[in-house]
């Protein structure tokens, strides 16, 4: 047993509800590392997961069609062989994408699975996964618009924070292109942006979009009202009636699961391959982490930012602080990194000896987005949002600049010092014997012209002050020249 497959289907898989998770987390808890041999009889199942031994058996076909779950052809249990041949599970693979897995872990698993003789696990045989559609579980996929609507607002109203609720945004929004592309009549603004269009129906429900439509044509109208409107009635398909329904002004302030924000995508879309295979689901708080910085956060502190500014972010943060390579299978970070992984402390503003290696790269780069080094909020990285160059970072830049010149100029200071201090005292010992030696000769030659006393003295210092300024003392430095002084007099 080990702990990836059972986080994984704990916390990442795409479910539909708890009741498949719970499912899904018996399974894996008797499989492989990698997900292989999870055999556990429909019986054992609905037993752990409380669900009906039908229930069981229904919900491991529905995951298997999304491809969450593959039925192994190839197997070497003896455990499963000793099962009477009548009694024997059917075997599932755990299909936990490849990406998933950070790539150090996945070099580690497919070290395993080589000592084994499975072949690695690869993008191509573990594929990223969809996510799960909404609630009620119907695997007939022509019928999915409408199923989706319904499935929504039951969840919106029951549940606004539940996993599913988080899940169903996403494809609902995706899904929303076609109605609003289907109207032709109106060549106003509903035509424009297609973008904005989706938002316009996503997010207002029966809002804008609905009063836009029933102002300008009821051909519009109606196109959109299957969409938007379908909340309100129970039994949905009807256009006029939802038409009539759509119109009251309550419709516009029901909660909603919470949609992904304007400008998610694009920024989906510029997220790191090395974070997010192209078309894959995001780690949930990378999700969230964009999100807020989209839509802003309050409470966090968090300003607004289009979505030019929070891919430039993502990128400066990646790019700029080499997250490529370190979150790469051969990068070494310390001692203890290794192919399959490092088990030293991260490296972080309260440790600056831990190891820089990049092990998660969604959680590295979901912290590394909120993270705001500037006290000011609205500054993104030296430029306030929608202002110019951010002051306070230019005199936070200054100081650091300051901080770093005197720093480099004490550290040039003590190294030139070291280095000169041996041949500076050299340099002095033998100027202080010149000077000595001139003022002993300088004595003799003028005592033996017959000068003496205060008269002999002062003509010694004057010379010797006429000499000292054609041999100035070697030591520039007042303390040290002081102190060599005061040796040599002594
Ligand atoms: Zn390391
Ligand atoms: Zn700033």
């Keep these: 047993m080990s702990l990836y497959p059972i986080i994984w289907a704990a916390e990442h898989a795409p479910m539909v509800d708890a009741e498949e998770r719970a499912i899904l987390m ?7 590392f990698d997900g292989l041999n999870c055999f ?3 019986k054992t199942l609905a037993k752990v997961a409380r669900v009906d031994e039908k229930t069981a058996g229904r919900r491991c076909r529905a995951m298997e069609s999304r491809g969450v779950l593959k039925r192994q052809e190839k197997h070497c249990s003896p455990v499963w062989e000793a099962i009477p041949e009548k009694q024997r599970p059917v075997i599932w693979e755990v299909m936990i994408p490849a990406e998933w897995w950070s790539a150090a872990q996945l070099a580690d698993i497919n070290e395993q699975r080589a000592n084994l003789g499975r072949v690695p696990i690869t993008p191509e045989n573990r594929p990223a996964l969809a996510d799960a559609p909404p609630k009620k579980e119907r695997s007939d996929k022509g ?22 609720g988080t899940t169903s945004p996403h494809p609902q929004d995706y899904k929303s292109p076609p109605p609003g592309l289907q109207v032709p009549q109106p060549s106003e603004s509903p035509s424009e942006s297609p973008s ?8 207002a429900v029966g809002n804008g979009a609905g009063g836009f439509a029933r102002a300008t044509s009821g051909a519009g109208a109606a196109g959109e009202t299957g969409e938007a409107g379908s909340g309100s009635a129970a039994s949905g398909t009807p256009k006029l009636p939802s038409q009539t329904k759509r119109s009251p002004r309550p419709a516009t302030t029901k909660t909603r699961p919470r949609q992904e924000s304007a400008g998610f995508q694009m920024v989906r879309n510029a997220i790191p391959v090395a974070v997010a295979r192209p078309g894959t689901r ?11 910085l989209l839509d802003g956060n309050l409470a966090a502190g968090i300003p607004r930012r289009s979505p030019e500014q929070v891919i430039a972010r993502i990128n400066r943060r990646w790019y700029g602080e080499d997250a490529d390579v370190r979150a790469a299978a051969d990068y070494r970070g310390c001692d203890r990194c290794t192919a399959s992984g490092c088990s030293s402390a991260r490296r972080s503003a309260d440790d600056a000896d831990g190891c820089d290696r990049i092990k998660n790269p969604s959680s590295w780069l979901a912290a590394a987005i909120i ?14 949002i929608g202002g110019g160059a951010c002051p306070t970072c230019r005199k936070r830049r200054e100081e650091h600049q300051e901080a770093a010149r005197v720093a480099a100029e004490t550290r040039t200071r003590w190294e030139a010092d070291a280095e000169t201090y041996g041949s500076q005292r050299a340099a002095l010992d033998t100027w202080t014997a010149a000077e000595k030696a001139e003022e002993r000769r300088l004595r003799q030659t003028l005592a033996e012209t017959g000068l003496y006393g205060a008269l002999l003295d ?17 030591a520039p430095r007042a303390a040290q020249g002081g102190r060599h002084r005061q040796e040599a007099s002594a």
């Excluded at 018996?26 to 492989?32: F, I, P, R, T, W």
Aim: aromatic letters at 4%; hydrophobic letters at 25%; a negative charge.
């Design 40 to 42: 556990r009889s429909y």
């Design 26 to 32: 018996a399974l894996v808890m008797k499989g492989d």
């Design 458 to 474: 002062h003509h010694v210092q004057r010379h010797m002050t006429g000499w000292r300024d054609r041999n100035p003392q070697p």
């Design 371 to 384: 993270a705001q080094d500037c006290p000011d909020p609205g500054c993104e990285d030296g430029l306030i």
């Design 143 to 164: 019928t999915k618009r409408p199923k989706k609507k319904a499935a929504g607002e039951g969840e919106g109203t029951t549940s606004p924070g539940g996993d599913p």
């Design 282 to 292: 995001l780690y949930v708080g990378l999700q969230r982490a964009i999100n807020d």
């Design 196 to 203: 904005e269009n989706n938002h316009a129906v996503a997010d």
